[in-house]
């Protein structure tokens, strides 16, 4: 049987007993804040990144299979002739303020106002590194299609996106845009919220992207979710390119947050494929080295996975094969 979401009424839950709230307390997170002295924001500024804006706007041809990461888990995907933006994030803080909280280790590679026409803006869920109100109201006068998990059109709608050019969905619906294309929301372990009185009122989801040619699996934000990763393996796999969150994990929110090895295993269980990690070297969200994410999942990563790992911007031809190490970390 599929997993479905479960729903009181207000308040989505996990199918997992999921703890968000760390074991050892919320004080023992902040001594640890302040006394830890492991490095979790880069000491040299990074980048400048540029992603070749004119490139990208060219007409995406019907045989392709291309993403451009833009950082953490924002990407233009290129596929069998269309061209999709996920969890778009473009502002300076993933916060509710653009003064204080977590800040961009760099500035966006593609700027807003070049990104080129796209079939469509994937969401994951809600929170505030998924999901930039700045970046959604310039999006809305684009006249582009929004895809989300139940409850965050609601967002969309307040930020100008009309009604019409929303489709929620909840895990296992198969959004048809054409005769040979599918965008199918398919289960995570996560939370949502944007506030202290709006936990878990919208749901959170990863997609699959399955075109005539190729097929894409983008996992959002998840915990380990074995059952979960079994069943779109099965129902969707192989996948021509997996994308998974690698860095803002910890102990103590093991249940919300992959990390390496576990996205490692989700990737197996999804029937394996050229892996794109997401989620890491972007913000600071976590109490690990900004570098520890993409510097485990090269020791933990066997000869048989096949990892992309470019520079933010850089274009990469998945269709073409092969791996990929920029090593862009090693140059700051």
Not at 17 to 36: E, H, I, K
Not at 196 to 216: E, F, I, K, Y
């Amino acid at each position: 049987m599929q997993l479905q979401p479960r729903h009181s009424g207000k308040k989505y839950y996990n199918v997992l007993p999921t703890s968000v709230s760390p074991p050892s307390g919320y004080g023992a997170l902040l001594r640890r804040y302040l006394v830890d002295k492991t490095e979790r924001e880069p000491r040299q500024p990074l980048g400048p990144f540029l992603a070749d804006a004119a490139a990208l706007a060219a007409p995406v041809p019907a045989d392709a299979l291309r993403v451009t990461w833009l950082g953490h888990s924002t990407t233009l995907l290129e596929i069998d002739g269309r061209r999709f933006l996920t969890d778009p994030v473009w502002c300076n803080r993933v916060s509710p303020s653009q003064l204080v909280g977590p800040k961009r280790f760099f500035a966006p590679p593609l700027p807003l106002a070049q990104l080129p026409p796209l079939d469509g803006i994937i969401l994951s869920h809600d929170h505030y590194d998924h999901l930039d109100e700045a970046a959604i109201r310039v999006l809305a006068g684009r006249g582009e299609r929004f895809f989300c998990p139940l409850g965050v059109g609601a967002h969309l709608r307040r930020w100008g996106v009309p009604a019409a050019r929303i489709t929620e969905a909840t895990w296992w619906d198969e959004i048809d845009l054409a005769a040979d294309f599918k965008l199918i929301a398919t289960p995570a372990r996560h939370f949502s919220g944007r506030g202290l009185l709006n936990r878990d009122s919208t749901l959170w989801a990863s997609w699959v992207l399955r075109g005539p040619q190729h097929c894409v699996f983008f996992g959002g934000d998840s915990g380990p979710f074995d059952e979960a990763f079994q069943q779109i393996g099965a129902a969707y796999g192989p996948f021509d390119l997996v994308m998974l969150e690698i860095g803002a994990s910890d102990p103590e929110w093991a249940d919300i947050h992959l990390g390496p090895d576990h996205a490692l295993a989700a990737h197996r269980l999804l029937g394996g494929g050229p892996l794109l990690p997401l989620h890491w070297g972007t913000f600071n969200l976590a109490f690990h080295a900004w570098r520890q994410p993409v510097q485990r999942l090269l020791e933990a990563a066997g000869p048989g996975v096949t990892l992309l790992l470019p520079a933010p911007g850089q274009r990469v031809e998945v269709a073409a094969g092969g791996p990929l190490n920029s090593r862009w970390w090693e140059r700051s």
